[in-house]
């Protein structure tokens, strides 16, 4: 894979992170706005509905690209994973709602119940979106991607300046309802955009047990490793009070734009290492690893020394109201995981080769290091130190996948660093 030969697809993909990292600047104006006991309830919010999702896109969307590609059994494939999404999101969502006032209890907040009423309504409007989103990636064209997200952000974006022009101060229900707007607007746009790839048939060489056979171990696995990454803030809250949930979530809000990055380069190398697999290239395959997870490390290295050593605290100062300043401590702390998430796009490749019970096993592990770190550091009641749990998993997790590849990808510590031999080469060449 020469990066020369995909710059339109590269170049969308990164103008549809621009958005992410644009709208956090929003979640920014949002903190100036409100109290950290408001931003921390709304921050719930989105981690368990994002972690729904998170479970629905490996059990129900990852077949829409794993077996869709096969224009045979794509609308059978299609009508599967609309079922399967259908099912699981509403499913969960109903099931927080009937079991809302025992979760009320578990973490001593009365306004769970805020949550577990607005989150049915909130996936319901949901669905359309990741379920087109699911299939812009897998048709590959990340301009239609960047307009949905333009519409989602963009929509979220002008009725917080509107709403904060007039009452000057958000609550929940306020950045609730919001979110709820955005993603009806951008479901909206997303099915107009790929109305015609909306084909569903009952025929095809795909069977309903075949898509589950994979999906299952996609959806342990996801779980697994998705729970340290969207539930951490319900960790923080069986701890601590609201206000520190919010100081928490405000630091794990700007680390998102390391987050987004990698999922920017995860969008376009699945669905190429299926394709290079499915061709039995295993020379690019493993060529596709090695270059992919180069760049990012050098990217994310030199980030997190300019981050770590001074520009964090001038951001911080100059952006955040001085309620949220207990932020910083929490960011710097998190920081450190930035060095491991580059390692994390390994486990593509592990699961474009269906090695899913290695992955389960990788997983359990990193589950597990997180949940004793963060029972120890919880009880310990060493709130500053809550993020040493998230990067003590990164942390593991890079070590399992970097040995595995190895193994299986014959990588080298010295591909670490040929991205900038590469980058001095194109630059002599062009």
Not at 17 to 45: C, H, R, W
Not at 370 to 383: D, P, Q, S, W
Not at 395 to 411: E, Q, R
């Amino acid at each position: 894979m020469r990066v020369q030969d995909h710059i339109g697809l590269i170049s969308w993909s990164l103008a549809d992170k621009a958005l992410f990292i644009l709208y956090g600047f929003v979640l920014i104006v949002i903190m100036n706005y409100t109290v950290p006991a408001e931003f921390g309830l709304y921050s719930l919010l989105i981690g368990l509905h994002t972690w729904i999702f998170t479970i629905s896109d490996s059990f129900s969307l990852q077949s829409l690209i794993q077996f869709g590609m096969n224009e045979r059994n794509r609308g059978k494939v299609n009508l599967i994973a609309l079922v399967s999404h259908l099912s699981l999101t509403l499913g969960i969502s109903l099931l927080v709602f009937v079991l809302r006032y025992s979760l009320a209890g578990l973490f001593d907040e009365s306004r769970i119940l805020d949550i577990a009423s607005f989150l049915p309504v909130l996936s319901l409007a949901f669905i359309p979106r990741t379920y087109s989103q699911k299939i812009i990636y897998r048709i590959q064209n990340m301009f239609y991607l960047f307009l949905t997200n333009l519409t989602f952000f963009g929509t979220m974006a002008a009725l917080i300046f509107i709403k904060i022009s007039s009452v000057k101060f958000l609550t929940f229900n306020d950045l609730a309802y919001i979110y709820l707007y955005g993603s009806m607007a951008s479901s909206a746009v997303a099915l107009v955009l790929i109305r015609k790839e909306l084909i569903f048939t009952r025929t095809g060489d795909i069977g309903w047990r075949q898509v589950y056979n994979f999906s299952w171990k996609m959806t342990l696995a996801n779980i697994m490793y998705s729970l340290p990454r969207q539930l951490d803030v319900f960790f923080v809250k069986i701890f601590f009070s609201l206000n520190e949930v919010g100081f928490y979530a405000a630091a794990k809000n700007i680390f998102r734009v390391f987050d987004e990055a990698l999922g920017a380069v995860n969008g376009i190398i699945y669905p190429e290492a299926v394709k290079l697999l499915d061709k039995k290239n295993y020379k690019d395959f493993s060529l596709l690893a090695t270059k992919s997870l180069s760049f990012l490390f050098v990217s994310f290295f030199f980030a997190v020394v300019i981050l770590y050593f001074g520009l964090a605290d001038i951001i911080f100062n100059w952006i955040l109201p001085e309620r949220f300043m207990q932020s910083l401590v929490f960011f710097k702390v998190i920081l450190l995981a930035a060095l491991f998430l580059p390692f994390q796009m390994l486990f593509l490749f592990i699961i474009s080769k269906n090695r899913l019970n290695i992955l389960l096993f990788y997983y359990l592990i990193g589950l597990l290091v997180f949940t004793i770190t963060i029972v120890i550091i919880g009880y310990g009641g060493f709130l500053t130190y809550m993020p040493i749990a998230l990067v003590s998993y990164y942390g593991v997790m890079s070590i399992l996948v970097y040995l595995d590849s190895i193994k299986n990808l014959k990588l080298k510590l010295k591909d670490l660093f040929r991205s900038i031999l590469d980058t001095k080469d194109f630059f002599i060449k062009n």
